[in-house]
């Protein structure tokens, strides 16, 4: 949707509501409804929003020890830039239409540890090289019977999925949720958002949404809108989704993997028909940074404590970081070798990443090894999950945490301080999970220890 065509619908009253929206460090929508004439006459060109919102948690808490905002700067206001190329309709919302901002200080610089400029910065880095990033995103999710307000209620002890069995591919399964299914391929379809398909996944209740792939920001912008989609439609339709890594320890987990390439002059410089697989120098030494910097950067992929239930043998998730030729098994998977579609797919993203920060780190990581022209580790063949004496995804948010504050690669392509600030949201939720007395310890030391 133009700004000339918003104008349009406004005056003709199609369109009265601008969702006006910011994306928080946890890859959420955030902002403020505004009336479209509001909007028109004065919201296009900026508004506001409190701090906090780059501080907070999934609780929307106020933790200490934030260097950017906290309680003594008293927590002022960004400035909410709107977008207008990201303007689109919003189709199961009547009358609505929506748009993203960037986030800023009142002088118009960047916040820079906002998630929308992080992954601009890395894109700039590559575009100085020439070089144009294009990702593609896998996103899984579990479908319940239940509303999400329904689930709680309950404790969020009974959670039905909308399936009794795997459905993998099964048409006969998903038919019977095309009921949300269908408006929410649809309804992002109209948005502009280049939906490809939908499909079960291998689990009871469990679905995955394809996005033809686009360059890096728009990948980025497509994801957490039909992230968000999901959740609305689902809520719609009487139904919860749920983009937990893991919320059941006897299912598997939900990821979103991540393909990624780099172009130039208009064709995939990852293609070098002359070269094994048909995969350029330039893709070697790529490959290698994502594989060498990978515990570094797995925090902006697994952010919370769950997120590191997931890694599981046999469960599709992966736990060795080694790159194999369509190997699901691998951490880092080629895919279309051979092909002008040659690329890397990462697959240790979790449903619950945020994809603007996964996408910043793996870029400054595969930059980082075009920059060091690191060599590409020889292909890994067979199960990587028995594979003896290779290095391991982190397996907890405390690793995870301790390998983001010391890496020297995040510090020299965010800074110190974004570093620090997502080192300090890794540190906030170990802290709150450190105190919970869980269901399961209950369980087991009520009566016996």
């Not at 709107?82 to 239409?97: F, K, V």
């Not at 439609?233 to 989704?241: E, L």
């Not at 987990?253 to 070098?272: P, R």
């Not at 990443?353 to 020889?378: C, D, H, R, V």
Request: hydrophobic share 40%; with cysteine; charged share 25%.
């Amino acid at each position: 949707m133009t700004f000339e065509s918003l104008k349009t619908q406004t005056a003709a009253g199609e369109i009265d509501t601008v969702l006006v929206c910011v994306i928080d460090m946890q890859g959420r929508l955030m902002g403020k409804r505004f009336h479209a004439q509001a909007f028109v006459d004065s919201g296009h060109a900026e508004t506001h929003c409190c701090t906090y919102l780059l501080a907070t948690d999934l609780e929307m808490a106020t933790p200490e020890g934030y260097a950017a905002t906290s309680w003594q700067s008293g927590y002022g206001d960004y400035v909410m830039r709107p977008d207008l190329t990201t303007l689109r309709p919003i189709p199961w919302l009547e009358g609505t239409a929506m748009v993203l901002c960037d986030i800023e200080d009142h002088h118009g610089q960047p916040i820079e540890h906002s998630p929308r400029h992080m992954l601009k910065s890395q894109i700039a880095r590559l575009e100085a090289l020439g070089l144009s990033p294009v990702m593609a995103t896998e996103l899984e999710f579990f479908l319940f019977e239940q509303t999400g307000d329904e689930i709680a209620k309950g404790g969020f002890r009974e959670l039905t999925p909308v399936s009794r069995y795997n459905e993998d591919y099964h048409i006969f399964q998903t038919t019977k949720e095309e009921p949300v299914m269908r408006p929410l391929r649809n309804g992002l379809y109209a948005m502009g958002i280049p939906v490809e398909g939908t499909k079960g996944e291998a689990e009871i209740g469990q679905e995955e949404l394809n996005i033809k792939y686009a360059p890096a920001l728009d990948c980025a912008d497509h994801h957490s809108i039909a992230k968000h989609a999901t959740k609305e439609i689902a809520w719609q339709k009487g139904r919860a989704a749920s983009f937990m890594a893991k919320y059941r320890h006897d299912r598997v987990g939900s990821s979103s993997h991540v393909h990624q390439s780099l172009w130039q002059g208009g064709a995939n410089a990852f293609v070098d028909a002359d070269r094994p697989l048909g995969k350029s120098e330039m893709m070697d030494h790529y490959m290698a940074g994502l594989i060498k910097y990978a515990a570094d950067y797995t925090y902006f992929m697994a952010p919370y404590i769950n997120s590191y239930k997931r890694f599981a043998k046999g469960s599709f998730a992966p736990t060795k970081l080694v790159w194999s030729v369509d190997n699901r098994t691998a951490a880092f998977r080629l895919c279309g070798e051979g092909t002008k579609a040659v690329r890397v797919e990462c697959r240790i993203p979790g449903a619950d990443m945020n994809p603007y920060l996964a996408q910043a780190a793996m870029l400054a990581a595969g930059l980082k090894g075009i920059e060091e022209k690191l060599e590409l580790p020889a292909a890994f063949a067979g199960d990587a999950y028995a594979a003896d004496g290779t290095p391991e995804i982190p397996t907890t948010l405390l690793k995870a945490r301790d390998a983001l504050s010391g890496s020297d690669m995040l510090r020299a392509a965010f800074g110190d301080a974004v570093i620090d600030h997502y080192t300090r949201a890794a540190t906030w939720e170990i802290e709150e999970f450190d105190q919970i007395v869980t269901d399961y310890e209950v369980a087991r030391g009520f009566e016996r220890a």
